[in-house]
C-alpha cells in the first residue's frame, strides 16, 4: 500500500468551515500559477475558500489546520464530455469507427437506460467521477426522460457539480417506444420540463444542458427548436462536431446546403458562449474562425479520438486561434474518466503531431494542461467566477491528492510544480485522489471517504 500513512481519513472535513495545511497547486484566474509547499486553505461556513497561499502568513489558522502531510491541493478537475449510460462500456471498441461503434456498443446500453437502471448507475457513477478528481461534468444521458430525474436526484444527493441533458434524437434513435411523428415534439417538451425542473437547482450546482446528439441523429427542426429552448431558458446547449471522417461525409450528405459541418449548427442557431461542442478534431480555417468568432466551446476528448482512431485535434492551431477548449473524458468513447488522463494523451497526441511535422510549436507544460483541465473548462461552462481555481472568494470544489502514487520510487515527491504536476500527469494512479469537496462539502467515492 502506497498511500501515506499519516492522514486517517476520518481527519478529513466532510462539512465546511474547515482549514486544510497542505501544499497548494492551482492556476489563478489572472495568469500564472500559485504554488505553494506549505500551505493553507481555509474553507468558511459557507464553503467558500477565505485564504489559500502561505501558512506562514496566517500562523494561528496553521496551527488549528487539518494537517495533509505531503498530500497537495488542486482545484477539482472539469470533464467537459461524458456520457452516464456508457460507463458500464468503458474500455471495450477500441479502433472500430465511430458510427460502428455506435451501433455495436453504444446503441444497446443506452436502449437499457431506464429509470431503474439508472438508480444504480448514476450514484455509482457520481461516485467515480469524485474518485477520479473530477468535481464538474458536462454529460449527456440517455433519452429517458424518468432515467434523467434519477441521475439528477443522485446528483443532487451526492454533491458534484453537474450539468445533465436528456439526449436527442428524431433521425436515428434506439428509443422503439416512441411514435416518429411525435418524436420530436416529445423530445423537446420532455427537455424543457427536465430543464424546468432542474436548471440553477441548489443555487446553480445543477444546471441542465440541451443536448441533441449530433446532426446525424437529428433534423434540422430539431437543432433549432432545441437550440432555441436552451437560449429562452439561459440553459447550456451541447452535441457533438467533427469526430471522424465518415461521420463528416454523412452530415454533408444529409445537410447539403451546409458550408460544412459547423455550418450546420449555425444554421441552427447553436454556437454561442453557452454551447460545447465535443471533438472538434477535424475543423476547416473557416470552422475554426466561425466557433472563436461566436465564442463557442470546445470539449477536447483526446483518450476518445485515439481509442476510436477518429482523429488528433491540431490543439496547437486552435488554442494559437483564440479557441476556448477543456478537456474531456468521453466515457465510454475515452476509456476512462480520469482527466489527468485526458492531460497524458493531449499532451502526447500534440508531440505526435509534432514529430509529424503537422504542429510547429512545442507542446505546452505541465501547468498548462492543468489550467486546461481546471479554470478553463470552468470557463468553457460560465462558472469561472465561481470555480476551476483556489483563490479567496470563490466555492471550494478541492481535491486533495497523494503524491506519493505517483511517484516512481518511495520518497520521489517533486519539488517543484512543473514536476509535480508532470508525475501527476504521465503518473496517474487510479487511487492518488484521496477526497474532494464540492462547496466545502466531501464528495462520497475518493478513497479516503471509502
Ligand atoms: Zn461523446
Redesign the pocket.
Known sequence: MLASPTVASTRLPERPPFSLRARLLTPLADGGTLHEADGLLVVDGGGRIAYAGAASARPSEAEGAVDLGKWVLLPGMVDL???LPQLPNAGLGAGLDLMTWLRRYVFPVERDFTAEEASVAAPAAWRAFASAGTTTALV?GAVFEASLDVAFEAAEAHGLRLVLGKVMMDRITYDQTIDPATILDRSLRESIDLCSRWHMRDDGRLRYAFTPRFAVSCSMEMLRESAAAAAAAGAHWQT?VSEDRGEIAEVARLFPEALDYVDVYDRAGGLGERTVL??AVHLSDRELARLVDTGTRVAH?PG?NLFLASGVMPLGRYLDAGLSVGLGS?VS?GPDLSIFGAMRVGFLSWNALRVEGRVSSSVPGPLRWLRMGTLDGARALGISDAVGSLEAGKEADVIAVDPSFAAPVPGEEDDAAEDLMSRLIFRAHPDMVRAAWVRGRSLAGPGARG
Open positions: 464530455h461524458a456520457h449527456y457533438h465535443a471533438h476528448c476518445s468521453d468513447a
